[in-house]
């Protein structure tokens, strides 16, 4: 099957695991950083967020977002990372899903700092990364390749500490199935513009996972201190 580039293709179990950390955002307004398609959008107004702003460089995934999601809670801005275009104080919550590790390497306490400032005082933060692990890295053909970089709990509650955050959750989540079906896409979508084989079975299996304790994905959440 051609590989398609919509929400309902493109959702799988380390979304919903996303999306389910950060299910305390009700009534806040939320800046989604790196939003793609708009896939956390569609279902974050879901939980009952006051509105909603969704920040992608790549234009395409920004217009293909504002066709998948009602604008009655949402916005979508085409800006990028290392340069956020908003207001000291804008957001109640600021998620960073699989962002980090895509910023130029050494910019990460730069963005935080910037992060920091777009919130109010007591606003969330809220990540998800890839775990940096001995076994995990080796299995990520992008590591290998181009040095797509993998985070410690460690490493991001000291760059939270230092950049005025809190650190007050962090959990784990997906396993191999996880891992393998990232290998997969790599494969099939770069060199054949397909689906990954047994998609269905693959997705079953890493929904799985993510319900129970997991290893590939580090999720962790944080309030602004000052």
């Known amino acids: 099957m051609k590989y398609r580039e919509d929400i309902e293709s493109r959702f799988t179990a380390r979304h919903k695991a996303c999306i389910e950390f950060s299910s305390d955002v009700k009534d806040l307004v939320v800046l989604d950083v790196g939003c793609g398609i708009g896939l956390?959008?569609?279902?974050?107004?879901?939980?009952?967020?006051?509105?909603?702003v969704g920040m992608d460089l790549n234009r395409f995934a920004v217009r293909k977002a504002k066709k998948g999601?009602?604008?009655?809670?949402?916005?979508?801005?085409?800006?990028?990372?290392?340069?956020?275009?908003?207001?000291?104080?804008s957001f109640g919550a600021i998620a960073l899903f699989d962002v980090l590790e895509h910023l130029p390497a050494g910019s990460e306490f730069s963005f935080f700092s910037k992060v920091n400032r777009l919130l109010e005082v007591n606003g969330l933060l809220i990540i998800s990364v890839p775990n940096s692990n001995p076994v995990l890295n080796l299995l990520d053909p992008a590591y290998l390749l181009i040095g797509h970089r993998h985070y410690a709990s460690a490493r991001i509650s000291s760059l939270a500490k230092e950049t005025g955050f809190k650190v007050f959750q962090v959990e784990y989540g997906g396993g191999f199935t996880e891992v393998l079906s990232i290998v997969l896409l790599y494969f099939?979508?770069?060199?054949?513009?397909?689906?990954?084989p047994f998609k269905s079975s693959i997705e079953y299996m890493r929904n799985k996972e993510y319900q129970g304790k997991g290893f590939a994905t580090l999720f962790v959440k944080a309030v602004k201190e000052n």
């Open 188 to 196: 099939f979508k770069h060199l054949f513009d397909m689906e990954i």
């Open 69 to 89: 999601v009602p604008p009655e809670k949402c916005e979508f801005v085409c800006a990028s990372a290392t340069a956020l275009p908003f207001k000291p104080n």
């Open 40 to 52: 956390y959008e569609k279902f974050i107004v879901e939980k009952g967020c006051r509105f909603i």
